[in-house]
């Protein structure tokens, strides 16, 4: 369930926790110390009441609306079995139960500030345990002891299942074992030395309780704890890959994709039957006089003409549609799905004059003396079906034809081709 309540702007979420690098440091220190040591704070100690909050809110609400009925069912099932005046005498302090316990499960309905939810049921609790001591009392002979015994039973069973904070849960204690002696030592029936002795009897058993409590918390809060880690463990595998994947199908010099990524985009077009009926226009573009620019030039400034050449194509593609890599030395394969034979080859003329606009040096070249590209196309027609590897053997077709009739063109392929 999703909290709603105001929290402080410092308090981090799960995921940003485990992006957290002083969140995550004190993950790993408590865990790597013992299990009894471990003690949350500050944001943790929010992240971990966060995590828990809908277990703990559904079992106060049940714990609550169980005691409410069983309070009601009870009082009725006196009035039919006890003389009247005990009945009677039971229904005013036990009449005040029922509103209580629902008020608290309608506070625990949904997330509210901290402090007041805790306020509610630690106060709440006080007067469900107030009002089954005060029938006890009211009611007199055997009902006087066996209710504060009931008393203690319900404050027992809160504190095993309420996963609240250790302070709320040793208040609890503390304020049914103060309730029970204050009413034991006004016990006709007993002396002072037995209201003692039982009072120190159950103290005992809610100590223990409570320390049963804590090793649940704390264990719970471990259990967290390793989620988080694992959590970020996972991620950061997850991120690993993702970065593995990326360099796997991108080419490291122009950060274009790569020739086995375009080869794996092709297969998913044309649906891994190798074959694909809609209309797609394929492009083989190639540097011009590129080994001679590296000869004359260097490899350095070659990889900056890649890298330049590169990016003015990227820069021409419709994003989330048409795809470009690097397909080999200076050759880039581009794939422009939907796209008609007239459209294909003006993109493939912008590219060709963005690239000698850019006028990048290349002393090798005749005419400018700059970088020029020449270009094939090949179109497949809607409703046609060949392979992609057939396409793009067109579009070299045409690339052959561009470098033979001059280079710096574009040029269509043609069945006669």
């Not at 690098?21 to 100690?45: H, N, Q, W």
């Not at 169980?66 to 039919?80: F, I, P, Y």
Request: net charge positive; charged share 20%; glycine share 6%.
């Amino acid at each position: 369930m999703h909290i709603q309540e105001k929290t402080d702007s410092a308090v981090l979420s799960p995921f940003d926790a485990q992006n957290d690098p002083f969140t995550m440091a004190e993950v790993e220190r408590l865990l790597g110390g013992r299990t009894r040591d471990i003690y949350l704070k500050d944001k943790i100690s929010e992240l971990f009441r966060r995590r828990i909050w809908s277990q703990t809110a559904k079992i106060i609400r049940a714990w609550m609306i169980w005691v409410a009925l069983l309070d009601v069912l009870t009082l009725a099932l006196n009035l039919l079995m006890l003389p009247r005046a005990v009945a009677l005498s039971m229904i005013l302090p036990g009449s005040f139960l029922p509103p209580v316990a629902l008020g608290v499960a309608f506070v625990w309905r949904k997330p509210r500030a901290h402090w007041l939810q805790t306020g509610v049921l630690i106060a709440g609790m006080f007067l469900i345990l107030l009002s089954i001591a005060l029938v006890g009392a009211s009611a007199g002979g055997e009902f006087y002891e066996r209710h504060l015994s009931i008393m203690l039973f319900v404050a027992i069973t809160a504190i095993i299942i309420f996963a609240i904070p250790l302070s709320s849960t040793i208040t609890i204690a503390g304020f049914s074992l103060g309730l029970y002696l204050v009413f034991q030592l006004q016990n006709p029936n007993l002396e002072i030395a037995s209201s003692l002795d039982a009072t120190l009897f159950f103290a005992i058993g809610i100590i223990a309780t409570i320390v049963a409590r804590r090793t649940m918390t704390i264990l719970a809060q471990k259990t967290f704890l390793l989620e988080l880690r694992d959590r970020r463990r996972v991620n950061q595998l997850a991120e690993a890959n993702a970065r593995l994947e990326h360099l796997a199908r991108t080419d490291p010099l122009t950060g274009i994709a790569n020739r086995r990524w375009m080869m794996e985009t092709l297969d998913q077009l044309w649906g891994h039957s190798r074959k694909y009926s809609g209309q797609v226009a394929m492009l083989m573009c190639d540097i011009d006089d590129f080994k001679n620019l590296n000869d004359k030039l260097g490899h350095a400034e070659g990889d900056r003409c890649l890298i330049k050449v590169a990016g003015i194509i990227q820069s021409h593609m419709r994003r989330e549609r048409d795809h470009v890599a690097r397909y080999g030395g200076e050759e880039f394969l581009v794939v422009l799905p939907e796209m008609e034979e007239r459209k294909a080859c003006a993109l493939a003329e912008r590219i060709r004059e963005s690239i000698e606009a850019a006028a990048l040096s290349n002393p090798s070249s005749g005419g400018s003396n700059c970088v020029t590209l020449s270009i094939g196309v090949a179109v497949q027609a809607p409703g046609g079906s060949i392979s992609p590897e057939q396409l793009q053997r067109r579009a070299d077709m045409a690339l052959y034809r561009a470098k033979q009739t001059g280079r710096n063109r574009v040029e269509l392929y043609r069945p006669g081709d």
